[in-house]
């Protein structure tokens, strides 16, 4: 017998690109195992994954908050309350016994959509947010987000010629999706001179272009905070964007998983979709989508979300309801962390005092490191950086010398993939290539996380590199 | 606007079918939440979920394992070790540590594969199990089982042209998420009379028909013990599959989840398909699945289980990964608890007496409550039912009186269908329907969990209502 041939497999699938977990961080953790040898003969003595967002890997150091981790702990064993109890705030032990009477065992499937208290609980979080009622029966809990995302695509993908709007550059988690569903990505471009604003003219324009190319537009894609930008948008534009979704009968899908990450609040809020379209009194179907991955949770390993239908018609969540079905339900560790989450421990309770110097020294140490690593960027030769308003990432663009471009053209890489793999190579600082997340044609870009502690040695890696391609390829 | 119309989703996803959690549960939550009030009218007092294989939901008395909850409680607050050393077994806390240095925090994304230390745990447990060589870059822990099934399925189906042999009855992931992903089922029947037998001729039958009418068999979908039936395969019939597999070049898909749950071990054990494929030096591509879920574990809400691929060639591997990578990782909770599924405390560890008491009982109360039931359900009128060898269901077949077959024309429901509905009403036991599994045409059966406790209470109930339903339509 000939085997499983990969030609044989689903088409789609081989297409699905994602760089975020590509070569380049293969390659890191290949570095990384070689790393634990004694005379490894690399340049460098850790590898420093600026990859991916994900606050508490080792090496970082974003601790998980005490308060998630004491209910979590005593809803795994719930007989810690009795034997250890002074181990425990007093409040962590009642809010434990609460969850417990709703959920019963962590052990046992939940409702497919998520334990139903739960999701009260968002509904509450949502309208405290807002000031607009959310139904706690429009709330599906997720294995985070993506599994949300991937849910929705999937089915508002009904033909080969539908498509969704999408932002470039993007999270790639986007594109991976639709062409594993077999849709198309209608990109819109954000605007980097204006810290990577979203312009609905763009939007309209590349809704046109598709259109005229026999694509049927079904949705629109906006990350807000932006991933991997860091904008936030403002009213006018999202009020730009309902009215633009309503006229074309567009699905809006708001992805808004990093609305924590807030760097400077003041002058650069997070106001959500849904409070937008409610204002508006608007019709437009909004799915937007929240997670405990990001903010200053950060428990990405748990795999927990949710996301909140308006205006969505019963019969179509009664068909996403069926689908969440025969995966069975979210894993209950993400829901909890979603209800700790969005019920944090108030003020006069025993652990809110702890709840807030942690919560407090994230925010400060996040936005301090952004506003640091942007400036010291700005300053390198090549490289222009938007400094990020929220989220957890830069996106520096690069002017790459034209001895570079052609020795990477040389060596089949995108300008900017050769850039990242050798700055991999010689610091053991991954980070994703902007060819990764979508650019214009020339232009070179990267993601790099805002998460890594020892921001001087860090940074001063970045530098140094820099400066040394920049000599090797005649740009200085 | 018109607003988001189902006729404008995905057609493929709306052909999607999930009986078990379908209009019988719907009508049980409902049922759940009327008995909360005070006159709720109903005839009796409580639902009783028998449509799923859930065995730590309320009301059922399959506890967690106290060595699973210590070293999860650990893991998620590692501080415990040092505030509570008296709450935990020594070797409780050794593993938890040793885990906490092999993954770091559960909050952080793990490689989307999973642990690899967990991996290789994994792989020992095989080894040991099997007597084969097992390589743990070729196990994907999961999010349960089920994300591995439709991983692959949507791998593996190509074109609407490609199916997958399925077995009839069978657990309706399968065609749904075939469904899901414009395959083609293959149905092939397993021998009621003898014990649900697999029988290698109805499956050459199976795949000649659908030769015939121009479908591409991509694969062969075997549950072993199964599910709903409970039967296990004999090693001749395994040797047999392997070969028809060989022959069709078809890629065996070997749902093993249910092999730590045998009633009768010494006449009916459970073989993996790996070791007969490794028996036979077969070079057919395998994929086995194994969960947390079920077992004595029973740590459904976890969400974890793993796949092991044998003879699948590294670029398919390399495009598996790449589809993991998208979801970012597996739930780290389920992931412990496959770690704690296949390396439980050993003889002279503090923690064994307590693990075996535990696995022994739910083990010791499964066998007699399965062999009880059946027995009951044999004595019953119109009923037979093969005594279960494994697994945690029974799935009993009714002949239903032409008038009750009449009156449920009448309802626009199948037999088996008006048969559940009437049982829940009048009794609140929930049970799915034999046409949600898949059953000859004229037959009727149903599919009940055997985890209820109360077994008098419980059977007594379905005995008293089938007894009257018989009445009601001239069946006695």
């Known amino acids: 017998m000939r085997g499983l041939q990969v030609d044989a497999l689903n088409p789609s699938i081989l297409k699905v690109q994602y760089a975020v977990r590509g070569e380049l961080a293969i390659k890191a953790e290949e570095y990384r195992e070689r790393l634990k040898e004694a005379n490894h003969g690399l340049p460098f003595d850790k590898v420093i994954s600026s990859n991916i ?50 959920i019963g065992s962590l052990g046992a499937y939940s409702h497919s959509q998520g334990v139903p208290f739960i999701r009260q609980n968002v509904a509450k979080f949502i309208e405290k947010r807002d000031g607009y009622p959310s139904n706690p029966n ?29 932002p470039i550059p993007q999270y790639p ?62 009213e006018a534009t999202m009020e730009h964007v309902v009215r633009l979704c309503e006229q074309h009968n567009l699905v809006l899908l708001a992805d808004e998983v990093y609305q924590a990450n807030l760097h400077r609040p003041t002058t650069h809020p997070f106001t959500s979709f849904k409070k937008i379209v409610r204002q508006l009194n608007s019709r437009v179907p909004l799915v937007s989508f929240h997670s405990i991955s990001k903010g200053v949770t950060g428990e990405c390993g748990r795999r ?19 689908m969440v079905s025969v995966g069975l339900c979210p894993p209950l560790s993400g829901q909890v962390g979603v209800d700790c989450m969005v019920r944090p421990p108030k003020e006069g309770e025993e652990s809110y005092a702890l709840w807030k110097k942690e919560t407090d020294a994230t925010h400060a140490v996040l936005a301090a490191r952004t506003k640091l690593m942007a400036e010291r960027l700005n300053q390198l030769p090549g490289v222009s950086c938007v400094d990020s308003a929220g989220a957890l990432y830069l996106y520096p663009k690069l002017t790459i010398p034209d001895q570079a471009a052609a020795a990477a053209l040389a060596a089949g890489k995108q300008p900017d993939e050769f850039y990242a793999l050798q700055l991999l190579d010689e610091t053991g600082i991954c980070v ?45």
Chains 1, 2 share one sequence.
């Not at 954000?190 to 979203?198: C, F, I, N, P």
């Not at 996380?449 to 001063?460: A, I, M, N, S, W």
Request: glycine residues 10%; aromatic residues 8%.
């Open 138 to 166: 429009h709330i599906f809990l997720t294995g985070g987000a993506s599994a949300g995302v991937s849910l929705l695509i999937s089915t508002l993908i009904s033909s080969p010629k539908s498509g969704i709007l999408i």
């Open 173 to 234: 988690l986007y594109t991976a999706t639709l062409a594993s569903f077999s849709g198309v990505p209608i990109p819109y471009h954000l605007d980097e001179v204006s810290e990577w604003a979203t312009s609905p003219r763009d939007i309209d324009g590349a809704l046109q272009k598709a259109l005229d190319d026999g694509i049927e537009p079904k949705a629109l894609v906006i990350i807000n905070p932006g991933n991997p930008t860091g904008a936030l948008l403002d």
């Open 432 to 476: 994703v290539p902007g060819s990764g997340f979508g650019q214009k044609d020339g232009e070179a870009h990267y993601r790099l996380t805002c998460l890594c502690p020892g921001v001087e040695e860090y940074v001063g890696a970045l530098e140094a590199f820099h400066l040394g391609f920049m000599k090797r390829y005649g740009g200085l």
């Open 304 to 322: 927990g979300g949710y996301f909140e239908c308006a205006n969505i018609r019963d019969d179509v969540l009664a068909l996403l309801y069926k």
């Open 53 to 102: 967002g994900n606050p508490q890997q080792k090496g970082l150091d974003q601790a998980p908050i005490t308060f998630n981790r004491q209910v979590a702990a005593l809803m795994e064993w719930p007989a810690l309350a009795e034997l250890a109890p002074n181990a425990f705030p007093k409040d962590i032990i009642a809010r434990a016994k609460e969850l417990q009477h709703e």
